[in-house]
């Protein structure tokens, strides 16, 4: 084993042969028993009896991947038990979760059991009402509870149990993987292993778009999501990865995480999610690739969309000096489906936490992200005298909150911000090791490869180089990325530094750099010649 992989997987924990088998080698055969998951006996058995008495059962998700993905795995598995289903995600215009418009679905379907995916935690009165018609709820999510649950037949959540310890990474789509598996189990042979090794696709794409640690159960369904999705055999799958320009059969969480993913979510911010599920589910190739276009423009609309945000934002902040400890920025002209993203965009550039608002009729749709080591919920919980509600994971939150208590908030945000130890907002390198260009040969890449899926929990493995030289002057490409060619006595090694063109001229000056870097194949060159993804290079 390369000297490079060795440390890494030393630096995770990993240095027993058995464990770094396990580790390298994810199976199917490892994942853990689902029975341990709260109520999900009482779901399985009121499932079972819908199918077997010819029951209409409405799945209803959440308009971003981790809802869509998950209706659509629901949707997938539970027909080929010979379910009736109705699946249904809401518009986003018409609000998070359970709504008015929700329940109107669910009446018109006649269903009379309603599984929830991604959504249900706090539809307390949206759940009473659908009892008070006689129809059953099962709720599957991954969310924090609140004081008071709904009133559900069956709530199947990691986090209202000791199933966290195993569990409490999962994705919603995650936990209706492990409903499934428990569904199946109950009747064995009724469920078609090669069925759910397809719709493993789906698990990854939204377990990857919902940025929850790539560790344990989610590396397991992850890694062989990812090979189902590289081959699938779904038209709406193929038609996704067309339009994305992702032919090639070998894909990783990066290429789920910045293309695909990004065009699922768009039609939600942009549209109506209800076009992103039934592209998943769309069995027609020629309805695929229409779906699959409309999709695509749907997110070059976004793209426009959140440049002219972030440049409204960034003007916010221009001759804001020194900046505060977190950001925050509202309009009442920017659209609620982009604050996420341009919240991300922000931190990357001031490494901050940071919240965008999108103001309208004197109601905000907010969007946090964060950096590593500061974890939003604690902070929004202090705030939550200031919200109507908010929720989410440690780096990345949203919250609704009244025009009059904007300018509160800032304020007692960036205080409890600036409360941190101030190490815990800055963004330091955390390297695997130091090594010399040598190193980095296909053996090593190959070995690193088998590291992921990389992702939130699992890091891609990032190095340091001291002196590297220039074979020849930098360049830029795609108008803001710097492309650089490394020497190594006679060999040479293509690198690609992401938006750091402007330092073009300084690092032709300097011929030799410092670099912080990982390494990986060039698959877009169609083969596999190595290249460094530059994070951070040093001229003095």
Not at 24 to 52: C, F, M, T, Y
Not at 268 to 277: N, Q, W
Not at 498 to 521: I, K, L, M, P, S
Request: charged share 25%.
């Amino acid at each position: 084993m390369p000297r490079a992989a060795a440390f890494c997987l030393a630096r995770i924990g990993f240095t027993e042969s058995g464990d770094i088998d396990r580790f390298l080698n994810p199976r199917l055969k490892g994942l853990a028993d689902p029975h341990s998951l709260n109520q999900v006996d009482i779901a399985v058995e009121r499932v079972w009896r819908a199918v077997d008495a010819g029951e209409i059962i409405f799945i209803h998700g959440d308009y971003d991947v981790d809802g869509i993905t998950g209706t659509a795995f629901l949707t997938r598995t539970l027909e080929s038990l010979g379910a009736k289903v109705h699946p249904y995600v809401p518009h986003r215009d018409r609000g998070y979760g359970i709504g008015p418009a929700s329940l109107d679905e669910v009446r018109k379907s006649a269903a009379r059991l309603v599984i929830t995916v991604d959504c249900g935690m706090t539809a307390l009165a949206e759940v009473d009402s659908l009892r008070g018609d006689g129809i059953d709820v099962i709720i599957l999510d991954h969310h924090h509870a609140g004081e008071r649950l709904p009133q559900a037949l069956a709530i199947v959540n990691p986090r209202l149990n000791h199933a966290i310890d195993r569990f409490g990474n999962l994705a919603a789509v995650g936990v209706a993987a492990k409903f499934l598996h428990a569904l199946a189990a109950a009747r064995p042979g009724s469920l078609d292993p090669e069925v759910y090794k397809e719709a493993l696709q789906f698990v990854a794409l939204g377990t990857i778009a919902d940025v929850v640690p790539l560790v344990e159960e989610n590396r397991i369904l992850v890694a062989f999501g990812l090979r189902k999705l590289a081959e699938s055999r779904l038209a709406g799958v193929q038609a996704l990865k067309a339009m994305a320009r992702l032919p090639r059969r070998k894909l990783t969480a990066t290429d789920v995480a910045f293309t695909l993913a990004p065009r699922i979510n768009a039609v939600g911010r942009m549209g109506d999610a209800g076009d992103a599920l039934r592209l998943l589910l769309a069995d027609d190739p020629a309805e695929a690739y229409r779906l699959a276009e409309h999709i695509e423009s749907m997110n070059a609309l976004r793209r426009k969309v959140d440049q002219s945000v972030l440049q409204e934002a960034l003007a916010q902040l221009q001759g804001v000096d020194p900046l505060p400890a977190a950001i925050v920025v509202w309009s009442d002209t920017w659209p609620a489906g982009v604050v996420g993203i341009v919240a991300s965009r922000l931190v990357d550039r001031y490494q901050r936490p940071t919240i965008v608002i999108a103001m309208k009729d004197n109601l905000g749709r907010a969007s946090g992200r964060s950096v590593p080591g500061v974890s939003l919920p604690p902070l929004l919980d202090g705030c939550a005298d200031l919200l109507e509600e908010h929720g989410g994971h440690a780096q990345a939150a949203g919250f609704s909150i009244r025009a009059g208590n904007l300018e509160a908030f800032r304020e007692r945000f960036q205080k409890l911000t600036a409360e941190l130890d101030a190490a815990e907002i800055q963004e330091s390198w955390d390297l695997d090791a130091i090594v010399e260009l040598g190193e980095m040969d296909s053996e090593c890449v190959d070995w690193l490869e088998r590291l992921g899926p990389f992702g939130e929990g699992n890091p891609e493995p990032l190095f340091g180089g001291r002196g590297l030289v220039l074979a020849e002057p930098p360049t830029v490409v795609g108008k803001t990325h710097l492309k650089l060619v490394f020497q190594d006595g006679s060999r040479q090694v293509r690198g690609i530094a992401f938006r750091q063109g402007n330092r073009v001229e300084e690092v032709a000056r300097a011929g030799r750099v410092d670099a912080v870097f990982h390494a990986t194949f060039d698959t877009w060159r169609g083969g596999q010649e190595i290249q460094l993804v530059v994070r951070e290079l040093g001229t003095g």
